[in-house]
Every structure is written in C-alpha cells, then in structure tokens.
C-alpha cells in the first residue's frame, strides 16, 4: 500500500472548498496519516508528541505516558494512541508501548511514529527534555509484539517530518513500486556504483529498512 495525502481526505476533498463563493482553504496537511489508521472518523485519541491529529480529526487529547498520567484512565479510554516522535516522557519504547496499551481498548491501534536507529538522526534524539523513538524496524515490530500487539504493519513516511507526503507499506510490492519510481528522479549514469547499489537494495526489498523514518501500526489484541 502507497498512500498520499490526496487519499487521505476520506469526507471532502483537498483543499477545502466553502460552502460560499470565494477562494478555495487548503487545509493543514500536518497530522493527515493519523486519519488513515483511526478506526473511526469519531474515535477518541490520545496524542503523545505534536502529531497535528487534531487538524483531522475531532475527539483528540495531548497528554504523555507517564505512570500518574496513565493512572488518571479507566482501561480501555481510547480507540487510538498516537505516538509521534515522542516516547511521552518515559525512557524506553518497551516502556512507553506497554503505558500506551493500558488505555487501548482491545482492538484499538497504536500508532509510533519514530527514526530508525539505522541511519544517522537528523536531529537531536533528545527535544525539550523528551526522548524520542529511535529503533530499527525489527525493534519496533518486537515491541509491538512482545506488548500484546498484533496485525502490526510497517511503514515508510516521505519526506521524513510532520507533513509527510507519502505513506509506503514495506511490502515488497508497494516498496519497490515507490522506490523504483523514486530512483529514477535521482538522474544517475547507467554504470554508476550508486545507481548499481540502489538497483540491488530496492531489488530484495532492503530499501525501507534504510529509510530514517518509520511509522509502525499495530491493533492491540
């Protein structure tokens, strides 16, 4: 699955038109991809991190992850938790995935946006104090996993930030479609090692693995 903003706008489309004559809105893209994983346009969220969530959808509240915070909820308070760039207050993404189960319901989605312990950040891991998600694809599907999670997808978001334009399932099909397509942007001589070396990693799939942003989704089980 390759998903754009432009699929993202589920209940009219982009940018927002008035009901009046006059210029056309555009809507803020920041948060758009959290739109696409909640299990309902109505569902309550809790947003850990400036995920933007809020500018698509209605019922959202920003809180971290912390013992006392967590406490404050009945078990199953939430359909969605977003983590975005931020490990709410806790040290460690085991940590902040187990506080964030406690108050899915079963069947609720956990969604971690995070950089990839694999490439060099592109900025401080550390931001006003709170850690952030840094693992590789493999640490972040265990997490999920050894957390009570399943149905757990992951995926690449392009360009890396708050307002991605894409969303890429690693899948091979959908991986290698996106990266093949990108590749030839890139304007690299035939014979170039580069071209060569991108032409064999996008080939057995490797590529989203290398990718300093991901985005992990699992369904609590």
């Known amino acids: 699955m390759s998903l754009s903003i432009e699929k993202a706008t589920l209940e009219r489309p982009y940018p927002v038109t008035p009901e009046s004559e006059g210029a056309a809105v ?9 739109r696409l994983f909640a299990p309902d346009p ?39 938790v977003v983590m975005h760039y931020s490990l709410g207050g806790l040290q460690t993404l085991d940590a902040a995935v187990a506080s964030a189960s406690r108050v899915l319901r079963r069947g609720g989605v956990l969604a971690i946006a995070g950089e990839n312990r694999l490439r060099r950040a592109t900025e401080s891991s550390i931001v006003e104090g709170q850690s952030r998600p ?40 959908s991986a290698q479609g996106f990266f093949r397509t990108a590749s030839r942007d890139r304007h690299l001589s035939p014979w170039s090692p580069v071209r060569l070396f991108v032409k064999a990693i996008i080939k057995f799939n490797l590529m989203p693995y290398f990718e300093s942003s991901l985005l992990t989704v699992g369904r609590k089980c």
């Not at 050894?146 to 969303?167: H, I, K, Q, T």
């Open 134 to 173: 840094r693992s590789s694809a493999w640490g972040y599907r265990r997490a999920m996993v050894e957390n009570g999670f399943g149905d757990v997808r992951l995926f690449v978001v392009s360009p890396p930030g708050n307002a991605p334009v894409y969303v890429v399932d690693v899948h091979r099909q």
């Open 42 to 80: 109505q569902c309550a969220v809790l947003q850990v991190g400036d995920g933007f969530a809020e500018n698509w959808l209605p019922n959202v509240m920003g809180l971290d992850l912390r013992k006392k915070t967590i406490a404050s909820f009945s078990a199953a308070s939430f359909d969605l």
């Open 26 to 34: 555009v809507r803020d893209p920041r948060g758009w991809l959290y």
